[in-house]
């Protein structure tokens, strides 16, 4: 990777996701690939940025494509190219361990298991992110926002959100 | 503008993916706020956000294609607002009215067991942005199926009072079942001799629910069709002048 490179994984870093802002979209796992077409006068480089939305209405897709090219431009770079590729499809299996982490510490349970795997939805034990039990129930597979589901805590009485596998 | 002329199968398909998403969007999105409790409110618009999102994708691809060919410039919003009702290909259970909540739930049940084993099929066609789509939509109508058909026992299996319109829900949209599985030739196309196997798994899936809350099937065997054909009941004219209404006053405006 070149050195331009890291500086842009590492500005992407710091764009988090609107709906969820402790993660990044870097945890997220939702850009692809950076590419640098290199040309003369460094900031007039064609800096490529390949992604995959996360969900098929996820709103915060608009935001984050201005946000990307809002940080990069206040980087200098100002030729900034978004592309979208969705094949194959984003998975919360590509979210990275400290995101999942990051999730916990924010207080939604992160996604236990493979994406899409039916025995995995059904014998699913979700731990409160309140207090670590594991006698917790879903209340609703639908919540706050597309990626959640709500649950609620037996031990704590909470309720939390749970981030589906997807 | 008309889509109508289009002999393209692919396009074609996207097209009625796109149609039935977004007409089912639109009806369950009338449900925002009126839901019998709070999380089952959140449930259906969560339901009805992930199918626009699923007809946004597949009109994207549609106007895509339909530039290249065609020179002209469209987008997905031309395709959903600037089309009128003999363009649109959506199954006729669709497009009627919702009814009370079991029936939206039934009808929910119909579409969602459909798109899971027709996705299933696409996410390994070999266009890959088609596939790539469907694999996308198919990761969230796992979740419809099972919410709808949880309810579809819920309701069927409940009370005398429950069962009782859980059963003439059934009567009102049954006619309306057979259309989905009488293919067009752009659906074989696409599909090659898949379409069989999709037919055979979503009546069996649709029959062992449907036994299990003790629903009786209705015997008729009429079919109601002529959607994916571009006749439609007079309920998808109201959709669209709902729908469409801004852009056509408003040409070109923007959220």
Not at chain 2, 112 to 129: A, H, P, R, V
Not at chain 2, 186 to 205: P, R, T, V
């Amino acid at each position: 990777m070149s050195r331009l490179e890291e500086q842009i994984w590492h500005l992407l870093e710091h764009i988090n996701d609107p709906e969820i802002p402790v993660l990044s979209i870097v945890d997220l796992g939702i850009i692809r690939s950076v590419t640098i077409l290199e040309v003369k006068n460094e900031l007039q480089n064609q800096v490529l940025i390949n992604y995959t939305p996360t969900y098929s209405a996820c709103p915060a897709v608009d935001l984050i494509n201005s946000e990307i090219k809002a940080t990069l431009n206040a980087a200098g770079f100002t030729n900034i190219h978004l592309e979208q590729t969705l094949f194959p499809a984003w998975t919360t299996d590509w979210m990275s361990e400290s995101g999942k982490e990051k999730l916990i510490q924010y207080g939604i349970a992160a996604p236990i298991g493979k994406s899409c795997d039916n025995n995995s939805i059904e014998a699913l034990k979700v731990e409160c992110p309140q207090c670590g039990s594991d006698k917790t129930n879903m209340i609703s597979a639908f919540s706050s926002t597309a990626c959640k589901a709500l649950y609620k805590c037996s031990s704590c009485l909470e309720p939390f959100d749970y981030f589906k596998c997807h | 503008m008309t889509t109508k002329q289009i002999k393209n199968p692919l396009i074609n398909f996207l097209l009625q993916l796109g149609d039935n998403a977004l007409i089912m969007g639109h009806r369950n999105s009338e449900w925002c706020g009126h839901g019998p409790v709070l999380e089952q409110d959140i449930a259906l618009t969560n339901i009805a956000l992930d199918q626009i999102g699923q007809a946004r994708n597949f009109y994207q691809y549609a106007a895509t294609l339909i530039s290249e060919s065609s020179g002209e410039k469209l987008t997905e919003d031309s395709l959903a607002y600037l089309r009128d009702s003999w363009d649109f290909k959506n199954c006729l259970l669709t497009e009627l009215p919702n009814g009370h909540w079991g029936q939206t739930i039934l009808k929910q049940f119909f579409v969602s067991t459909y798109q899971y084993y027709l996705y299933q099929e696409l996410e390994i066609n070999s266009d890959l942005k088609l596939a790539g789509i469907a694999s996308k939509s198919l990761k969230e109508i796992n979740y419809h199926v099972r919410w709808s058909s949880e309810w579809v026992l819920r309701l069927g299996d409940g009370t005398s009072e429950s069962k009782q319109k859980m059963l003439a829900a059934l009567e009102t949209l049954w006619p309306y079942i057979n259309e989905w599985t009488i293919f067009t030739d752009y659906e074989i196309e696409i599909l090659g001799n898949k379409h069989q196997s999709i037919k055979e798994k979503w009546e069996e899936k649709i029959h062992a629910v449907l036994n299990e809350a003790g629903l009786i099937i209705p015997s008729g065997a009429y079919a109601q069709r002529g959607g994916k054909q571009g006749n439609h009941t007079e309920h998808l004219g109201y959709i669209l002048a709902e729908m469409q209404f801004l852009q056509r006053a408003y040409p070109n405006s923007e959220w």
